[in-house]
């Protein structure tokens, strides 16, 4: 570890042991006087690249130490009224910040903001272990890119900024009402969705020790027993895409875009599925080859089977899985099936608003910036 990032260790560390002094709530049941309660975790990482990316990017990881830290403000919602917070055994959600070395002058020192969700597997109630499912999801900043000139041999990342995602499991050992051991392993992704190339992504696989404080102590006991009945309904998504692509590195971004139109059966609180249709368009399609654009090789079609993972009843995870009815081998339409995943936002107005990626095989086509609308009758009140 380099010695600035000594100095933010010590630092978080310091502010950590002293957010006792700044929070005495009377007692422990303070919790249940504050609608959101805080919960401040730093965990020290340290792991593995996945080797990726060919000859050039096997050797980097191969070399490469990943080492970072994270400082993460977390919330759950005291109420108990909320069918996702009792379904979902009083999640944390929130706000991190990581910042990393891979001690690999290529790769660079990023670091990362990120919105983060933690949901238990069990309710934390009179248990001095727990174990939690995780994900993140943000944007990192400060890599050395690729550069034919001064840094050839980084094939991993193009761009100086990049998306990032974290999937793990956690556990953690509650050693008095307000201070946890965490512990946890996790995976992590840096891309930037083809934006520039080359663009092989760095996989990183990390293990994770720290601490967690809660000021207002344990978790209230929880049911599932009152909540609602679901109602089951229908919803049909109208959604305008926009991204860039680069399609080969030091040529010049292309805009790509699209229209997507899904119907979802809500089957539950939790999950959503159906059917869709998407019509891409890649901006100078024609003069990027050498030929005529024509309505034939600038669009693309597809149908999707879709579905969302609904978190709370603003934030949801949608997915879906395409199959091409027309496609562009030159607009890097690589072959007959394509992906999506990502995270949307639903106003109270119906409107959303989200960051989804499509990709083929795992490999980037583009970032979807998406903009759209839910026709829908929800007949449940929450």
């Given at each position: 570890?380099?010695?600035?990032m000594?100095k933010?260790t010590f630092f978080?560390?310091i502010?950590?042991l002293?957010l006792?002094v700044f929070?005495?709530?009377?007692?422990?049941n303070?919790?249940?006087?504050k609608k959101y309660?805080p919960v401040f975790?730093?965990?020290y990482?340290?792991?593995?690249?996945?080797?990726?990316g060919?000859?050039?990017?096997?050797e980097?990881?191969?070399?490469?130490r990943?080492r970072?830290?994270d400082?993460?403000l977390g919330?759950?919602?005291k109420d108990l009224t909320?069918p996702?917070?009792?379904?979902?055994?009083?999640p944390?959600?929130g706000?991190?910040?990581?910042?990393?070395?891979?001690?690999?002058?290529?790769?660079?020192?990023?670091?990362a903001?990120?919105?983060?969700?933690?949901?238990p597997?069990q309710?934390?109630?009179?248990k001095?272990?727990?174990?939690?499912?995780k994900?993140?999801f943000?944007v990192?900043?400060n890599?050395?890119p690729?550069?034919?000139i001064?840094?050839?041999n980084d094939?991993?990342i193009?761009s100086?900024?990049?998306?990032?995602?974290?999937?793990g499991l956690?556990?953690?050992?509650?050693?008095?009402?307000r201070?946890?051991?965490v512990?946890?392993?996790?995976f992590?992704h840096?891309s930037?969705g083809s934006?520039?190339?080359?663009?092989?992504?760095?996989?990183?696989?990390?293990a994770?020790?720290?601490?967690?404080?809660k000021p207002f102590?344990i978790n209230?006991?929880?049911?599932?027993k009152n909540?609602?009945?679901f109602v089951?309904?229908?919803q049909?998504n109208f959604?305008?895409?926009a991204?860039s692509?680069?399609?080969?590195?030091?040529?010049?971004?292309?805009m790509k875009?699209?229209?997507?139109?899904n119907?979802l059966?809500s089957?539950s609180?939790?999950f959503r599925?159906?059917?869709?249709?998407?019509?891409?368009?890649?901006s100078?399609?024609?003069?990027?080859n050498?030929?005529?654009s024509?309505?034939?090789?600038?669009?693309?079609?597809?149908?999707?089977?879709?579905g969302?993972?609904?978190?709370n009843?603003?934030?949801?995870i949608?997915v879906a899985?395409?199959?091409?009815?027309?496609?562009?081998?030159?607009?890097?339409?690589?072959n007959?099936f394509y992906?999506?995943?990502?995270?949307?936002?639903?106003f109270n107005?119906?409107?959303f608003?989200?960051?989804?990626i499509k990709?083929?095989?795992?490999?980037?086509d583009?970032?979807e910036?998406?903009?759209g609308y839910?026709?829908?009758?929800?007949?449940?009140?929450?």
């Amino acid at each position: 570890m380099n010695s600035s990032m000594r100095k933010l260790t010590f630092f978080l560390i310091i502010n950590c042991l002293s957010l006792p002094v700044f929070a005495q709530p009377d007692s422990l049941n303070s919790y249940t006087t504050k609608k959101y309660n805080p919960v401040f975790t730093f965990h020290y990482n340290a792991g593995t690249m996945i080797r990726n990316g060919g000859e050039l990017g096997e050797e980097i990881a191969e070399r490469a130490r990943y080492r970072g830290i994270d400082f993460q403000l977390g919330f759950t919602n005291k109420d108990l009224t909320d069918p996702y917070n009792v379904l979902y055994r009083i999640p944390v959600m929130g706000v991190g910040f990581n910042v990393s070395t891979f001690h690999e002058s290529e790769i660079g020192d990023p670091f990362a903001l990120y919105y983060f969700f933690e949901i238990p597997l069990q309710t934390e109630q009179d248990k001095r272990i727990s174990i939690s499912y995780k994900g993140a999801f943000g944007v990192s900043f400060n890599f050395n890119p690729f550069d034919s000139i001064s840094n050839p041999n980084d094939v991993l990342i193009g761009s100086k900024q990049n998306c990032f995602v974290g999937l793990g499991l956690g556990a953690k050992y509650q050693f008095n009402p307000r201070w946890q051991v965490v512990a946890g392993i996790e995976f992590r992704h840096f891309s930037n969705g083809s934006i520039k190339q080359p663009n092989f992504g760095i996989n990183v696989l990390q293990a994770s020790l720290g601490v967690a404080y809660k000021p207002f102590g344990i978790n209230p006991q929880i049911s599932d027993k009152n909540i609602p009945a679901f109602v089951r309904y229908n919803q049909f998504n109208f959604a305008i895409l926009a991204g860039s692509k680069n399609y080969a590195a030091g040529e010049p971004n292309y805009m790509k875009s699209g229209i997507s139109i899904n119907w979802l059966r809500s089957l539950s609180y939790k999950f959503r599925a159906g059917i869709g249709m998407d019509l891409f368009f890649a901006s100078l399609a024609g003069p990027r080859n050498g030929i005529a654009s024509t309505f034939s090789n600038s669009f693309s079609s597809g149908v999707t089977g879709s579905g969302e993972w609904v978190l709370n009843r603003h934030i949801y995870i949608p997915v879906a899985l395409g199959i091409y009815l027309h496609r562009n081998t030159f607009n890097d339409e690589t072959n007959g099936f394509y992906e999506r995943i990502g995270m949307r936002y639903r106003f109270n107005n119906n409107m959303f608003a989200g960051l989804t990626i499509k990709a083929h095989k795992g490999a980037a086509d583009f970032f979807e910036w998406t903009l759209g609308y839910t026709l829908q009758h929800d007949p449940n009140r929450y």
